[in-house]
């Protein structure tokens, strides 16, 4: 119908203009058009350029009268004008740009709202007429609007309840349009009528003189509980009788309104209040309320209250201390609460990790410990919460006098423990008395009951008796570890399972953790308990390095210093926790501080110093029962003789003797008088140690040889029943000398031709356990192996050496091939690590170079278990095994908490020490990952420790998460695995060369360390 127009006026117009011919035919409906009309055809038929002219009129006919969408944006009140009288504006100006666009194009045109904007839907030939009508009638309108700008306090009073306020203030004006924003505090006014719109901002205007608004600015922390105390005030009911006052929580601001000439007295009122009610916030922790409100009316909250003249009130949900007074009183009482809390300016706090136990201690019994502590130090206050954290506040020095003293408190307090008996266990130790018999040398009280033992001392002291009981009664033994609750805390947290599993394993103990008392604790035989306490303690000196200690005490000095009141004295002095644990002779120190555990040695050094003219030990040997028999004698006779003649104490040990006197000539005569006695009794007795061949020699048949030896020297000789291949001489001194000598020709005549006869083992320092295992308890062990081989042996705990002297050649070989495989069962020892598939690889190494360097760094075999998925088998002698264990552990640990390092981009750094030219830069070279370690050749002026050197590993840019450095300068070397100790090797972990933080560990967990990777 476009194309024909009316009444065919387009198509004869196209006809006139083009002189192409123009056919139009109508077709049938499109099926599925969504449109209900008819498709039709328009044919063109002329000379090329006519047919193109009128396609060209053709297609701008059609888009002219092709319907368009446009949108305009307009503001929310002049849309809101419109819409009002059932939309009497929006359809003026729709009447008004149809009018205008009839003059173009019939049709028409709709204008609507959408949303925020206005809808504009007309041909594309009037569009541009109506879009440009549409936002002129738009800008006119919003050019009529008025805004005023208030504070946003004043708007919800101007809109009113319910937008009653706005009514009132458009009453006479239907026809005019308020908004009113609470966020910015801005009114727009719009009307229809100019005059409507003049009235109403008016009454707006008037309205805003009634409401004048001053902000007064508080501070962000304490605005909110200044203003809850004006809320509470006497003041507040006086205030808002003349102005209006509330809160702006986002500006954290106090906002005053009302009139001109009120606003001036409100303002002036609140500020003095406010500066009388400044407020200050002090955080505190849950477990300082407590200190502050304890003691009611004379709490130290009350204290500094009147000292500073302010008010403090502590709020426990949110764990702070609200100061409220003047400005420049508050700001004084702000740091005296902090300097009470957490010290500064002369005043120390002090926070002490205690167990239950201890915590219940220094309370004791309705508080009385905890009150006699206060009154000692009145100048200190003492809170002991639930978390069994001590807290000392007070003066500096009197703080330190403190603890101390509270360190004191807890090494030498008593508690009490039993031991039941019954018939078959009482009767088999030989009776209670019996059993008190046995723990005369320990430091504790005990009494006897008809079914039990009660014994009271030191927590330390009673475990040791209990164990000793246990053990004369054929019950199972459990031994302790008490360490500082700090200590143990840390030893919880670090999760080392497989260390403990590794000690049960190789002692046959069982071993548990009580935080009551922070100990470990270990259950077993006695010996058991005692070696899994060795190797616990080593474990422990290489995780705590500097804040344990483990220093070996003689028995005598036990004795003097074994007491609490001595222990007391050393741990008040340092400060730290400190026990005797008589199951190693060695005075255990535990803390958390090193400063403390280094002057704990230090103290308990200068102990041992001063006791050096105080005794006097003779050491007898592992042989010399008989002679500690015959010094007691009989009933203990002649040793009760010996006490009162010499007037010193004379204690007895397994193969010692001690004289102990606090008088050092009197020592010095007694020393000189008993050493005259020993070498007596040694005179009179020979005792020697033969094979079993040449003891029946020396006895012949039905010991007619020994008979006649006997009653040619005047001598009486015997052979021990206690020790195989022993034999004793006694008589007279001279006697025995010519008896002695005679024997000694004799055995070298029987000896004669069999120099091949003799065995040395020797062993080194870390193998004293394995030597002492070799005795066993009362020599027994000696004893069954000197029977096994049929020879002599001889062994020297302190020299660390073995002797086997055997008959023949042949019993030699047979005695060495024994002691071998004893020896070889002493020091295997296997242990079974399951590791996850990365870690398996990358312990592994490339071509298994890691497992290779760490077999040799360590002496010891690892292997990969088929049978178990992930496990390995790490074998070797005891000690060795531990160590790698260690290592192995430590690797895994810090593996699992650091990203893995990239096999394939790997450098090995290898730093070397050099004594010559020692500087804060180690020699280093860098070689790719899969080339071998250079040879030490080729790294110039090496030390004699360049066997040591450690690998350091990097991956790629990213740095490594270990390092191994086995050298130093002069300030960081610690003491030498060879020669002096400026030669000797230290071992960083997260080298400050490569990662940015260092710590140095001492050179046994260097060596542990070395060849990890």
């Known amino acids: 119908s476009l194309v024909v127009g009316k009444q065919g006026s387009t198509i004869i117009r196209l006809v006139e203009n083009t002189q192409a011919a123009v056919e139009v035919t109508r077709g049938v409906p499109v099926e599925g058009s969504e449109e209900d009309h008819s498709t039709s055809t328009v044919t063109l038929r002329g000379s090329i350029s006519a047919v193109k002219d009128a396609t060209e009129e053709i297609e701008e006919i059609l888009a002219q009268h092709k319907e368009e969408v446009e949108s305009l944006p307009i503001d929310p009140l002049v849309q809101q004008l419109w819409l009002m009288n059932k939309g009497e504006g929006i359809q003026a100006v729709a009447k008004l740009v149809n009018e205008k666009c009839r003059d173009i194009l019939e049709g028409i045109v709709l204008v609507n709202f959408e949303q925020k ?43 009113g309840k319910n937008g009653y306020g706005i009514q009132k203030l458009k009453e006479g004006a239907e026809n005019v349009v308020v908004d009113a924003n609470r966020v910015d505090g801005q009114i727009s006014v719009c009307a229809l009528d100019q005059g409507e719109m003049e009235k109403v901002v008016s009454a707006i205007q008037s309205f805003l003189v009634d409401h004048q608004v001053r902000v007064i600015q508080a501070k962000p922390d304490t605005f909110r509980s200044q203003f809850r105390i004006l809320l509470r005030s006497k003041i507040w009911k006086e205030l808002t009788q003349i102005v209006t006052v509330s809160r702006d929580d986002e500006k954290c601001a106090i906002v005053v309104r009302g009139k001109s000439e009120d606003l001036n007295k409100g303002c002036e009122i609140l500020q003095t209040f406010l500066d009388q009610h400044f407020v200050n916030i002090v955080s505190i922790t849950q477990h300082d309320v407590g200190a502050l409100l304890r003691g009611g009316k004379e ?30 009183n508050v700001g004084e009482a702000a740091k005296a609460v902090d300097r009470f809390l957490n010290g500064g300016e002369g005043v120390r706090v002090l926070r002490v990790l205690v167990d239950d136990a201890s915590s219940s201690m220094l309370v004791g019994r309705g508080g009385s410990n905890k009150a006699t502590l206060e009154g000692k130090f009145p100048n200190v206050s003492i809170s002991i919460p639930p978390n069994n954290t001590v807290v000392l506040r007070g003066p500096d020095d009197d703080v330190g006098a403190c603890e101390k003293h509270i360190a004191k408190l807890l090494v030498s307090s008593y508690i009490t423990d039993k031991v039941v008996l019954n018939r078959k266990n009482d009767k088999g130790a030989g009776g209670a008395a019996a059993l008190r018999g046995h723990l005369k040398a320990i430091p504790v009280i005990t009494t006897i009951e008809d079914t039990r033992i009660l014994v009271r001392g030191t927590r330390p002291d009673v475990q040791y008796a209990l164990s000793v009981l246990k053990s004369k009664l054929g019950e199972k033994v459990e031994g302790r570890l008490f360490l500082d609750a700090s200590q143990f805390k840390s030893l919880q947290s670090v999760g080392r399972e497989s260390h403990i599993a590794h000690v049960q394993g190789s002692t046959g103990t069982k071993i548990g953790m009580e935080a009551r008392t922070s100990s470990v604790t270990i259950s077993g035989s006695r010996d058991d308990v005692r070696m899994a306490k060795v190797q616990l303690v080593q474990f422990l000196g290489f995780l705590f390095s500097d804040t344990f200690a483990c220093e070996p005490v003689s028995k005598h000095a036990i004795s003097l210093l074994g007491h609490p009141t001595q222990l007391g004295t050393i741990a008040e002095k340092c400060g730290s926790f400190l026990y005797i644990d008589r199951d190693l002779g060695k005075l255990v120190v535990s803390s958390s501080s090193p400063e403390c555990v280094a002057k704990a040695k230090e103290v308990f050094a200068e102990k041992l110093a001063a006791l050096e003219g105080m005794y006097h030990e003779v050491e007898l040997g592992i042989d010399s029962e008989w002679l500690i028999s015959k010094l007691i004698g009989k009933g203990g006779n002649r040793i009760k003789s010996l006490r009162k003649s010499l007037d010193v104490t004379i204690e007895m040990g397994d193969t010692s003797i001690t004289l102990v006197s606090d008088d050092p000539a009197k020592l010095a005569s007694a020393k000189e008088k008993f050493d005259e006695i020993v070498a007596q009794e040694r005179a009179e007795c020979y005792y020697v140690e033969l094979p079993s061949e040449s003891l029946s020699a020396f006895m012949g048949l039905k010991g007619n040889h020994v008979q006649e030896f006997e009653q040619q020297h005047d001598v009486r000789a015997q052979a021990m029943r206690k020790h195989t291949g022993g034999l004793r001489i006694t008589g007279e001194a001279e006697a025995v000398a010519k008896a002695k000598t005679a024997f000694e020709e004799w055995l070298a005549s029987q000896n004669e031709g069999k120099e091949d006869c003799c065995a040395m083992y020797e062993f080194d320092a870390s193998e004293t356990v394995t030597l002492t295992r070799l005795i066993g308890k009362n020599g027994k062990r000696i004893n069954d192996l000197r029977r096994q081989c049929a020879c002599t042996i001889e062994i020297n705990v302190d020299k660390r050496y073995m002797k086997l002297v055997a008959s023949d050649a042949d019993s030699l070989v047979r005695a060495r091939k024994i002691i071998d495989d004893v020896l070889e069962d002493e020091r295997s020892q296997n242990v079974t690590f399951h590791l996850s598939e990365n870690d398996m690889g990358a312990f592994i190494g490339a071509k298994g170079a890691h497992i290779r360097e760490f077999e040799k760094a360590h002496g010891v075999r690892v292997y990969a278990m088929k049978s178990q998925a992930g496990a390995l088998q790490i074998s070797g002698n005891t000690e060795a095994v531990y160590k790698a264990k260690l290592a192995l552990d430590f690797w895994i640990s810090v593996r699992g908490k650091s990203p893995a390092t990239d096999e394939s981009n790997v450098e090995k750094k290898y730093f070397f020490d050099s004594a010559a030219s020692r500087s804060s830069n180690p020699t280093t070279t860098t070689i790719p990952a899969d080339q071998p370690p250079p040879a030490q050749s080729e790294f110039p002026a090496l030390g004699p420790n360049a066997e040591n050197a450690g690998i350091i590993e990097t991956g790629g840019s990213s740095k490594s998460w270990a390092s191994m450095l086995n050298t130093g300068t002069d300030t960081d070397v610690a003491k030498g695995l060879e020669g002096s100790a400026a030669d000797g090797p230290t071992a960083l972990i997260n080298d400050t060369r490569l990662e940015g933080e260092a710590s140095i560990i001492d050179p046994e967990r260097a060596q542990t360390l070395v060849g990890l990777f």
């Open 117 to 159: 904007s206005v809808r504009i839907r007309a041909k594309s030939l009037v569009m541009p007429t109506a879009v440009e009508m549409v936002r002129l009638e738009i800008r006119l309108k919003e050019s009529t609007i008025t805004r005023i700008s208030t504070h946003k306090a004043v708007i919800p009073v101007l809109i």
């Open 299 to 328: 709490s130290k909250i009350e204290k500094l209250a009147k000292e500073n003249d302010v008010r403090l009130s502590v709020d426990s949900g949110k764990c702070v201390v609200e100061v409220i007074g003047k400005k420049e």
